[in-house]
């Protein structure tokens, strides 16, 4: 992978925060936070429990509303009442921790659901599709299979072909290996790591530190609510604060 | 004294065990159309159909259906509203079952995990095919053995149609006892036949708890 930084000049970046701040209750999680994530770039969001950085992603997509700030993201202004939904979430993909394969459907139904249904696309069309992401996340045999009969590691999968089924333009992963043993969460970050390969836009949460740190072309150290140190993946090795120190130290 | 059982009564009996087993449909069918009506309510992203909703199903719940029966039979002509002993009876069970299967749903519907509707919201379902595509599917197989269990209960509960003078299995037997006064053995009969009708069902009901509970591997050929 190439360490080059990856932002066109001239180019809008494809997310950005400015400002983002965040409540729940009296429970202050986004603290004023900013960052950028220009296209084809990789942004891991490191930091522990509770620094807020699930929430950031989450906000991403609008599972979670804002209280001030602005974020924009592929040209939609996620932060306005008026924002179009759909129109978002057909450009941004979400992986989250716990798989959430439709246990109702066969892989392959669970992946062309959303673009039959969504964007109408003909049946047979989705079907081919479905191989093809299959293919991608190294999961071609298990079309058939139902959620229940896979591991983790392959429901995992099967999840992120799901989401890429939709052509997003921006992938979001929640600590999508958090739920899975080490042995399983090796398979998943070999696909994510491909889809970085290929170029796709990626934010991913993560307690992985070697991966975060071979995958990322910028990482994004949270720490109570605030972006508390920012940088390309070598800011791991030397950090500039203390509390990063800390955090790379104690392992994880 | 009417002499003793003979097959014209029991021809009777079965007449009456028709009508229970027609009330029961009834009681189902609009029980069931009022209740998904309700579920759907009662998740509603509006404020307001929540607390109607759940404000029906608390009256329903809290009042006894013999109640909800003399009211519409007996309280409906009061104000100027004729209405048959059949139509009193399966109005009176539409309006009970649909609270009660309303909240079984709206549970079975909640307990379809959050993720899932996350899942389906990061695709770009719509809310009705959040609702259609991906959880009602997996709320139908929750709510079905409770669902079968239930359907028992309407048919035990359809005897009290007979206060309003419908003649169902239950009043069917009352007036057979009427002529031959032999409680005993009509009643025998009456619980028999009761017990004909719902067994089956329980043991329905039974089997489909312990299939849910084994996910659906099965249903799947052997690859």
Known sequence: MSPAPTSATGQDPAVRLSDVHKSFGTNKVLDGVSFDVPRGSVTTIIGRSGSGKSTALRCIDRFERIDRGEITVCGHRVHEPSLDLRALRLDVGIVFQSYNLFPHLTVEENIILAPTAVKKMPKAEARELARRVLAQVGLEEKLHAYPEQLSGGQQQRGAIARSLAMQPKVMLFDEVTSALDPELTGEVLKVIEQLAADGMTMVLVTHEMAFARGIADQVVFMHRGKVHEIGPAAILSSPATQELAQFVGTGL | ?223
């Open chain 2, 1 to 223: 004294m009417g002499g003793s059982l003979n097959l014209n009564h029991l021809l009777f009996l079965l007449q009456g065990a028709g009508w229970t087993v027609v009330l029961s449909v009834l009681a189902l069918v609009g029980g069931g159309i009022l209740g998904f009506a309700v579920a759907l309510c009662r998740v509603s992203a509006s404020r307001a159909v929540r607390l109607v909703s759940g404000g029906y199903v608390q009256l329903i719940q809290g009042t006894p259906l013999l109640v909800i029966m003399f009211l519409t039979y007996f309280g409906l002509p009061a104000i100027g509203f004729r209405i048959s002993p059949l139509a009193a009876a399966g109005a009176s069970l539409t309006i009970y079952v649909g609270a009660y299967l309303g909240e079984i749903w709206r549970g079975a519907i909640q307990s379809v995990p959050r993720p899932q509707w996350e899942a389906a919201e990061g695709l770009a379902l719509s809310r009705t095919q959040r609702m259609t595509r991906v959880i009602l599917p997996q709320a139908v197989r929750i709510a079905t053995p409770p669902t079968v269990g239930f359907f028992v209960q309407i048919i035990k509960n359809t005897s009290l149609a007979s206060v309003v003078g419908f003649v169902e299995l239950a009043r069917s037997g009352q007036i057979i006892n009427n002529s031959l006064f032999e409680p005993f053995l009509i009643y025998s009969i009456i619980a028999v036949i009761y017990f004909v009708l719902c067994y089956p069902l329980s043991r329905l009901s039974r089997r489909l708890e312990r299939r849910a509970g084994q996910g659906r591997g099965q249903t799947l050929a052997p690859a």
